[in-house]
């Protein structure tokens, strides 16, 4: 298999053989129906507390819970295929890890845009979000590129769970820890100094900046150094993450631990 | 007698399993800090300290909900994958008698994070929450857990026929955290929702626990909860004798 | 209590006509429902004390004849008594008086301990609370898990799992007990001791049905089988009864290295050739033809594996597995 092919087919075909995701019982309820309302729930709060705008918590949570598909998503085709005894037999296929392991994100990072994106589009109209149109297009960039900074987050998640037996106490901790960081539902300026420096190097934070200028009316080439950062901030937690699966991957071997019991 | 019996049998030892699990212990206690510190954030910005203790009292409540939801959603299909959901069923005791309790004690673990988000509250946000009547603060938080783990009941036995029950249980988590008016009072709502939240015993609950705690009676709330929770396992015992019977035409007792 | 038959013993349990279709689903785009028919039109009838095996293969309907019994299917069509009432009408009655044990790994509660897994179905049986104390210890010593009660059931292997399924079953001291392929995955001693419990059971008085696809199990324990293959029962009686349907005959096993079926297809054509089956022995394959009564077939069935290798050729006397074969396969 050439690398493109190993890159799209094989990421597919794991994606759909490890997850359920597609299931439409799990996928409206948990991808649709829930993030909707966890926009619901703080634009509520925010009324209640008088603060921000709704645009300020659509976005926010919007662009925060693809965290949800990001992180868990990556994290289980990782450790689905160690529970599948799989990971072996993959990484000792001829094929480049790279191409390997990228093809297996993208799917995710779709899946993780799509969720965005559709949340930020339903919760909109629900509060009245008025966004010019040309503003879409860069949103839609910047919302993809926050859902790929998140997904590289997911491969370090993903590495961790190779040494953390519950993963998914892990993958709920770190979406908790998006919720506060970056900015979604408090404005990182208002965050104690020490947050704020966290919060710089979290997914989501310059990419929910971004979008809450370009829905201001704010320009494409205002928001460039944002999305740059973010897709830098991907970059760096994804090369971190594929890092550390290959550590693993050599401790596994030496100590026969890539399979789990 | 044996009612009785059964019940807390069965509640002590569903404990026993929840609180051998790190995922609903760790897990159920760290979680809701996390909403609960971006609620404190949000209502602190003013000077007036009656919206943070209005925020840590319903922030705790939430864990309640949170540990019941999910948990109770997939609890008949994880029974159904660990292929104890045919021995129940073919039990001679009710299998409401034997349901109602795991989901109670669902409800029970959440104390755990109701304490820790109110500790967390008062070491980190200084929030100090004084308990007005500690005598009917006692019952209220009891009345809440009881008619919380109803409501939990209610949810296994109306989701038992689908595989991804858990997600339809993860799926009410936020709507009944907005509708029951945790951290956000009922008259922010249009008039339609009104009728929602009442119907939900989780918002008697948490304005019998403010009540007892800020001062206010609470004692028609806890009677609304409770009376609530009462309802809630009528029509689930109503429920469970459709249910068992279609499931044992169908034959999805044991599939996993 | 139970049926009176003609001979005047009690009928414990009577399966009649017994029925059951399953409706499924295939594919995710287009979904076409397929109608299966697991169990057609089974009948049979155990008396009290008896201990009653129903050997089949895999997928041949035990499971889903005795999950009917149990209460926990409704037949789509049939009906079944187990002590005079019917397992529909009077599911409660029935759950109270039967005791059910299946095998595997399931069907425990992980994290509790193998004395809380026993306290709480002994709760849910309604066992005397003054008496649990002492039937759980007294059940504990028959299945020999004295002593490590307290340990969490995650760490038990296959077969102390397997004679703690039997403890819950018994709890309630029920008069008659069901049985799903208990001694499946246990190791060969210890399924040995867990077959001589369950004799024990029958020399107390209870009335056992037990589902098995080890035919010498069904040898060794039961008063009388009854051979089911694709949902209907084949033959009914005691172990003698069946060996004497084949015992007029003999068997000719061959060794083979390789063959094709086509070849095995040819023997099957030969005149007074019953069955021939063949089995995979590691390296080796094992022709196994059954034969009509006085014949000599030994040299026709050479002929018709000419060039093939050929190892021992041997001719014996029919056992109840050759039975079983012939009956299962002409089903």
């Not at chain 1, 892990?170 to 966290?198: C, E, H, K, Y």
């Amino acid at each position: 298999m050439t690398s493109a092919r190993v890159f799209f087919f094989g990421g597919i075909a794991s994606y759909r053989a490890l997850f359920g995701w597609l299931s439409p019982w799990v996928f409206i309820p948990s991808l649709l129906v829930a993030p909707v309302f966890q926009i619901l729930l703080f634009v509520y709060i925010g009324r209640s507390a008088q603060l921000e705008s709704d645009e300020f918590y659509v976005i926010g949570n919007a662009i925060q819970y693809a965290a949800i598909p990001c992180l868990f998503a990556m994290t289980h085709l990782i450790a689905g295929e160690r529970f599948q005894q799989t990971l072996g037999y993959i990484l000792i296929t001829p094929a480049r890890r790279l191409p390997l392991f990228l093809g297996r994100a993208l799917p995710v990072v779709v899946n993780g845009f799509f969720v965005a994106a559709f949340s930020l589009v339903v919760g909109g109209a629900i509060v009245g979000m008025q966004v010019p149109a040309s503003a879409w297009g860069p949103i839609a960039l910047a919302t993809a590129v926050s859902a790929f900074s998140c997904t590289g987050l997911g491969l370090v998640n993903a590495g961790l769970g190779f040494v953390v037996r519950e993963t998914s106490v892990l993958s709920n901790i770190i979406f908790g820890l998006l919720l506060v960081f970056t900015g979604a539902n408090v404005p990182v300026d208002q965050l104690p100094r020490w947050m704020q420096i966290v919060s710089e190097g979290m997914p989501f934070t310059h990419g929910i900046e971004a979008v809450r200028r370009l829905a201001d009316g704010g320009a494409l080439a205002d928001v460039w150094g944002l999305i740059g950062l973010e897709a830098l901030i991907g970059v760096v937690y994804g090369a971190g993450g594929y890092a550390l699966i290959r550590a693993m991957e050599v401790v596994g071997r030496r100590h026969a631990t890539l399979e789990r019991a | 007698m044996t009612t009785a019996r059964l019940l807390w049998v069965g509640w002590l030892m569903q404990m026993k399993m929840l609180a051998r699990s790190s995922f609903n212990t760790l897990l159920g206690i760290v979680y809701p800090l996390f909403f609960a510190t971006v609620a404190f954030f949000m209502f602190r910005a003013g000077d007036d300290p009656k919206p943070l203790l209005y925020a840590s009292l319903g922030a705790a409540v939430m864990g309640i909900w949170g540990a019941t939801s999910t948990a109770a959603g997939g609890s008949l299909a994880q029974q159904r994958w660990h292929g104890t959901l045919e021995l129940l069923v073919a039990a001679p005791a009710h299998f409401a008698l034997i349901l109602l309790p795991t989901t109670i004690a669902m409800a029970t673990i959440g104390i755990y994070s109701m304490a820790s988000t109110l500790l967390w509250g008062w070491l980190v946000f200084g929030i100090d929450v004084q308990i007005g009547d500690p005598l009917a603060f006692l019952i209220a938080v009891p009345a809440t857990v009881i008619s919380i783990g109803a409501l939990g009941f209610l949810l296994a036995i109306a989701f038992v026929r689908f595989r991804q029950a858990w997600a339809l249980g993860n799926m009410l988590e936020y709507p009944v955290w907005l509708v029951s008016g945790f951290l956000v009072p009922l008259t922010l709502f249009p008039g339609w929702v009104l009728p929602i939240s009442w119907a939900l015993a989780p918002t008697w609950g948490i304005d019998a626990i403010r009540g007892a705690a800020l001062g206010g009676s609470p004692w028609e709330d806890i009677a609304m909860a409770l009376a609530l929770g009462a309802g809630y396992v009528a029509i689930g015992v109503l429920l469970v004798q459709r249910t068992l019977r279609a499931a044992r035409t169908k034959g999805t007792l044991a599939l996993s | 209590m139970g049926c009176l038959t003609r001979l005047g013993r009690v009928n414990v349990v009577e399966a009649i006509d017994l029925r059951r279709t399953y409706k499924t689903t295939t594919g995710t785009i287009r979904r076409r429902s397929l109608e299966v028919e697991a169990v057609r039109g089974v009948s049979f009838e155990i008396a009290e004390g008896e201990l009653f095996g129903l050997l089949g293969p895999n997928g041949a309907g035990k499971t889903t004849t005795i999950k009917m019994l149990i209460t926990l299917l409704i037949p789509t069509s049939g009906s079944a008594r187990v002590l005079g009432h019917d397992v529909v009408q009077d599911a409660r009655w029935v759950r109270k008086h039967i005791g059910y044990v299946f095998g595997g790994d399931r069907g425990l509660y992980e994290r509790l301990s193998a004395l809380d897994n026993l306290r709480y179905f002994a709760e849910l049986y309604a066992v005397e609370p003054r008496g649990q104390r002492a039937r759980i210890d007294e059940l504990l010593e028959l299945v020999g898990l004295k002593g490590r009660e307290k340990e969490r059931v995650e760490g038990y292997s296959r077969g102390m799992r397997q004679r703690l399924h039997i403890a819950r079953g018994l709890l309630h001291d029920p008069p008659v007990v069901f049985l799903d392929e208990p001694t499946i995955g246990v190791d060969p001693v210890g399924a040995r001791e867990l077959r001589a419990t369950i004799a024990s059971l029958t020399a107390a008085g209870k009335t056992v049905l037990l589902t098995t696809h080890y035919m010498f199990e069904a040898d060794a324990l039961c008063d009388r089988i009854a051979v089911i293959a694709n949902g209907e029962i084949v033959a009914q009686g005691t172990p003698a009864q069946l060996k004497a349907g084949v015992a007029d005959g003999s068997v000719v096993e061959v060794e083979l290295f390789g063959v094709e079926e086509d070849r095995v297809e040819r023997v099957r054509t030969l005149d007074g050739v019953r069955t021939a089956t063949l089995e995979d022995r590691d390296q080796k394959q094992l022709l196994i033809v059954q034969t009509a009564p006085g014949l000599e077939l030994t040299h026709a069935i050479l002929s018709q594996l000419n060039g093939a290798s050929i190892g021992r050729v041997s001719s014996r006397e029919p056992t109840l597995e050759d039975a079983y074969v012939q009956l299962v396969t002409s089903a």
